[in-house]
C-alpha cells in the first residue's frame, strides 16, 4: 500500500528565506505527483503536477522535482512571503490500487514578516 | 470560468441521520472526485465518477455512495452518520478520465456531526 509523508511537519521560516519541503513515497509506481496548498478551512489549490516522467515543473517562484526511482519529492519556494503561509499538502497518482490519489499530512508553512 | 462548487459550505447534522453534498464540476469537466479530510486521517479518497460511471472506490463503508449526473454534477449521500463522519468533505474536478490530468478542488463542505 502506497504511504506518502511529508516532513517536517511544521516549519516557521522569516520572510525573504528560500525553503524547501519534502515528500516521500514509497511505490514508485506512479501516475504523477502534485503539490497543492491549502489555506485554513478552504479547499486545496493545486500548485504544480509532475508526470511520472518528467524531473521537474516550475510556476513562478515555486520549482517541484521528482525523483521517482527514489520515491522523493521536494516543493523549492523561493524568496518567501508571509502570504505563502498555508499548509502544503503532496499526492500522488497510484498506478496499482485503481489509480488512487495519496496524500501527505502536509507541511504547516508559516512565513514570518 | 468558474470554480468548483460545493453546497451546502456548512451543515450540522446528528448521529443516525442522513446527508447530501452536492458538487458542481468546473465547467466542461467530466471527472468528479470526493476525499474526506480530518486531522485523524488526512485526506482520503471516496469515490472517482466519469461520464456518471463509478471508476473507483476508497476504503469506505456502504454507508458512503455516490452518483453523477448527466451534466457531470456529483452528489454524495452518508446515511447512519456517526460522530466519526464529521470531517470537511471535498470534491474535485478535472477534465477527462486520464489519470495525468491535473485536479480542481472546490471550497469543501464541513460536515458537524452531534
Same mark, same amino acid.
Given at each position: 500500500?502506497?504511504?506518502?509523508?511529508?516532513?517536517?511537519?511544521?516549519?516557521?521560516?522569516?520572510?525573504?528565506?528560500?525553503?524547501?519541503?519534502?515528500?516521500?513515497?514509497?511505490?514508485?509506481?506512479?501516475?504523477?505527483?502534485?503539490?497543492?496548498?491549502?489555506?485554513?478551512?478552504?479547499?486545496?489549490?493545486?500548485?504544480?503536477?509532475?508526470?511520472?516522467?518528467?524531473?521537474?515543473?516550475?510556476?513562478?517562484?515555486?520549482?517541484?522535482?521528482?525523483?521517482?526511482?527514489?520515491?522523493?519529492?521536494?516543493?523549492?519556494?523561493?524568496?518567501?512571503?508571509?502570504?505563502?503561509?498555508?499548509?502544503?499538502?503532496?499526492?500522488?497518482?497510484?498506478?496499482?490500487?485503481?489509480?488512487?490519489?495519496?496524500?501527505?499530512?502536509?507541511?504547516?508553512?508559516?512565513?514570518?514578516? | 470560468?468558474?470554480?468548483?462548487?460545493?453546497?451546502?459550505?456548512?451543515?450540522?447534522?446528528?448521529?443516525?441521520?442522513?446527508?447530501?453534498?452536492?458538487?458542481?464540476?468546473?465547467? %466542461?469537466?467530466?471527472?468528479?472526485?470526493?476525499?474526506?479530510?480530518? $486531522? &485523524? /486521517? *488526512?485526506?482520503?479518497?471516496?469515490?472517482?465518477?466519469?461520464?456518471?460511471?463509478?471508476?473507483?472506490?476508497?476504503?469506505?463503508?456502504?454507508?458512503?455512495?455516490?452518483?453523477?449526473?448527466?451534466?457531470?454534477?456529483?452528489?454524495?449521500?452518508?446515511?447512519?452518520?456517526?460522530? %466519526?463522519?464529521?470531517?470537511?468533505?471535498?470534491?474535485?474536478?478535472? $477534465? &477527462? /478520465? *486520464?489519470?495525468?490530468?491535473?485536479?480542481?478542488?472546490?471550497?469543501?463542505?464541513?460536515?458537524?456531526?452531534?
Amino acid at each position: 500500500k502506497q504511504e506518502v509523508t511529508q516532513i517536517p511537519a511544521a516549519l516557521s521560516v522569516p520572510e525573504g528565506e528560500n525553503l524547501v519541503l519534502n515528500c516521500s513515497f514509497t511505490d514508485s509506481a506512479i501516475y504523477n505527483l502534485q503539490w497543492f496548498r491549502q489555506d485554513p478551512g478552504k479547499g486545496l489549490t493545486s500548485l504544480l503536477l509532475i508526470q511520472s516522467s518528467q524531473r521537474e515543473q516550475t510556476s513562478g517562484r515555486l520549482n517541484a522535482s521528482l525523483d521517482k526511482s527514489s520515491g522523493r519529492s521536494t516543493l523549492y519556494i523561493a524568496a518567501s512571503q508571509p502570504g505563502d503561509s498555508a499548509t502544503y499538502l503532496c499526492a500522488v497518482r497510484d498506478s496499482y490500487n485503481n489509480n488512487d490519489m495519496r496524500f501527505g499530512a502536509g507541511t504547516r508553512l508559516t512565513v514570518k514578516p | 470560468k468558474a470554480g468548483v462548487t460545493q453546497t451546502p459550505r456548512y451543515l450540522i447534522k446528528t448521529r443516525g441521520q442522513q446527508v447530501t453534498l452536492s458538487c458542481s464540476p468546473i465547467s %466542461g469537466h467530466r471527472s468528479v472526485s470526493w476525499y474526506q479530510q480530518t $486531522p &485523524g /486521517q *488526512g485526506l482520503q479518497f471516496l469515490f472517482e465518477y466519469f461520464s456518471e460511471t463509478q471508476r473507483n472506490k476508497g476504503n469506505f463503508p456502504g454507508r458512503f455512495s455516490g452518483r453523477q449526473f448527466s451534466n457531470s454534477r456529483s452528489e454524495m449521500n452518508v446515511s447512519t452518520l456517526e460522530l %466519526g463522519d464529521s470531517a470537511l468533505y471535498l470534491c474535485a474536478s478535472s $477534465p &477527462g /478520465q *486520464g489519470v495525468t490530468d491535473t485536479q480542481y478542488f472546490g471550497p469543501g463542505t464541513r460536515l458537524t456531526v452531534l
